[in-house]
């Protein structure tokens, strides 16, 4: 299985809803990403998890509250969001060890914040 | 600060090589050149990458200049399912978690 597998594929959320966007991969990779695109725009990096902990927050909006409950899933918690965060949020894993920046992604889930 | 810089958009003939460049004159010695695709409504693929030597696979070669300031991805045989937005980046390669940064890409267009 070399899938990361995120749901939902779309979201529609109102200003003061609390969701959360989820992602699971079984390749036994330690390191999993969370990205966020806008339209004709490259990814952008937004947090790195490294054996279930938090290794990188590029100075993200606490709105966005990610977390990382075991070693195959990663969920990122949105509260109070602004329609500028409608975007497609990127999921991806990494081998730990020596996996470098080859990532696998999944297919994205995108978000409408109205 | 974009480490990568690369031309917005290519077009290429089915069937013909494409040829993507990609200027890194920063790149450092312990940095690894990468290329990602993201074909329209998925996530982004991984490629290839490489330190200094060229190196190929099943989807491309990997040309990396000897002073290591340039690099180009070839796609021997393109076909209309290549046509993506080509991201070319840079990353330590060995580090046990990967930053990937990337740059605004090219949009590759295969045309029949």
């Known amino acids: 299985d070399t899938e990361v597998t995120q749901t939902p594929k779309h979201l529609v959320m109102g200003m003061t809803n609390k969701k959360s966007l989820k992602c699971e991969q079984h390749?036994?990779?330690?390191?999993m990403y969370w990205y966020k695109q806008k339209a004709k725009k490259p990814p952008e990096l937004m947090f790195v998890?490294?054996?279930?902990?938090?290794?990188i927050n590029e100075s993200v909006p606490s709105r966005f509250s990610p977390e990382c409950p075991n070693s195959s899933l990663l969920n990122l918690h949105l509260h109070a969001l602004q329609p500028e965060d409608s975007a497609l949020y990127l999921c991806?894993?990494?081998?730990?060890?020596?996996?470098?920046?080859?990532?696998?992604f999944g297919s994205g889930t995108q978000l409408s914040v109205l | 600060d974009a480490k990568t810089t690369q031309p917005t958009s290519m077009d290429c003939a089915e069937g013909r090589a494409a040829n993507l460049p990609c200027n890194h004159s920063?790149?450092?010695?312990?940095?690894?050149v990468y290329w990602y695709r993201q074909i329209h409504s998925q996530g982004p693929q991984y490629i290839i990458h490489?330190?200094?030597n060229n190196e190929t696979n099943e989807m491309a070669s990997l040309i990396i200049t000897e002073d290591r300031k340039s690099s180009t991805l070839i796609l021997p045989h393109a076909t209309l399912r290549d046509t993506a937005v080509y991201y070319c980046?840079?990353?330590?390669?060995?580090?046990?978690?990967?930053?990937?940064?990337f740059g605004q890409g090219t949009t590759l267009q295969v045309k029949p």
């Open positions: 920063t790149i450092s010695g312990n940095e690894y």
């Open positions: 991806a894993s990494s081998h730990s060890t020596g996996g470098g920046e080859k990532l696998f």
């Open positions: 390749m036994g990779h330690r390191a």
């Open positions: 998890y490294s054996y279930e902990k938090l290794s």
């Open positions: 490489g330190l200094k």
């Open positions: 980046t840079l990353g330590r390669g060995s580090s046990n978690t990967g930053k990937l940064i």
